[in-house]
């Protein structure tokens, strides 16, 4: 893949804040509709993003040409990395699990693009 020249980039990052015990179902389309006003974005960093939310948040990223990375440590609340892959390379991303060694908060989540 051939990324784009080098130079600034539209970064939207978003505390989705899914909450404990709610149902996710209700709050998906309200997300969705929030992204869409940020359209042109190149990278989302989102936190707090339920995990049912997933498949969802994959299928909409790729119908407009972008990657979903989201991770996996954090029960219900999680992170999640949103790339617009006309824009960036994914070379490598990760937990970093060593961060959070006892396991009592979320564990970073960090990418390398090019």
Known sequence: ?????PGPF???AWNINAGVGEEPSADFAAITQALDRYGDAELYALSEVHPRW????DRAARASGQRL???EDGRRQRLALIVDEARFEVLE???LYTVDKDGRGRAPLS????
């Open 93 to 95: 991303w990760e937990e």
């Open 10 to 12: 539209e970064l939207v």
């Open 111 to 114: 990418a390398l693009l090019r």
């Open 69 to 71: 990375l989201m991770g």
């Open 54 to 57: 997933a498949m969802n948040l």
């Open 1 to 5: 893949m051939e990324a784009t020249e």
